[in-house]
């Protein structure tokens, strides 16, 4: 069990040496990038696409797949949600 926790200590110092992130750090960041490409997907976006681009993608998503149109409610939050997270990485960018 001690060697276990040696070497696990000894490959996340390796780790921070190589990449300059702790191991963790590179789970979080592969996550929050497949959490990206997921709200990329749903509105229909590329990689850097503008404020401007996003927000147009979003009013275009929300007018198919609302309620009153035969949508779910489900789907409008998705879509929001997104828009939000899209936003929110863009630099220098406020939402609206």
Same mark, same amino acid.
């Given at each position: 069990?001690?060697?276990?926790?040696?070497?696990l200590a000894l490959a996340s110092v390796a780790c921070r040496m190589l990449a300059?992130? $702790? @191991? $963790? %750090?590179?789970? /979080?960041?592969? +996550? #929050? +990038?497949?959490?990206?490409?997921? #709200? /990329?997907?749903?509105? =229909? &976006?590329?990689?850097?696409? +503008?404020a401007e681009e996003i927000l147009e993608a979003h009013?275009? &998503?929300?007018?198919? &797949? !609302? @309620?009153?149109?035969? =949508? +779910?409610?489900?789907? &409008? !939050? %998705?879509?929001?949600?997104?828009?939000?997270?899209?936003?929110?990485?863009? @630099?220098?960018?406020?939402?609206?």
């Amino acid at each position: 069990m001690i060697k276990f926790i040696v070497l696990l200590a000894l490959a996340s110092v390796a780790c921070r040496m190589l990449a300059g992130k $702790w @191991p $963790w %750090e590179l789970l /979080r960041a592969a +996550s #929050a +990038s497949a959490d990206e490409a997921q #709200a /990329r997907a749903v509105l =229909g &976006v590329r990689r850097g696409a +503008s404020a401007e681009e996003i927000l147009e993608a979003h009013r275009r &998503v929300i007018a198919d &797949v !609302h @309620p009153d149109r035969g =949508g +779910s409610v489900e789907r &409008v !939050h %998705e879509a929001n949600a997104a828009k939000d997270l899209l936003l929110a990485r863009l @630099p220098g960018t406020k939402q609206p």
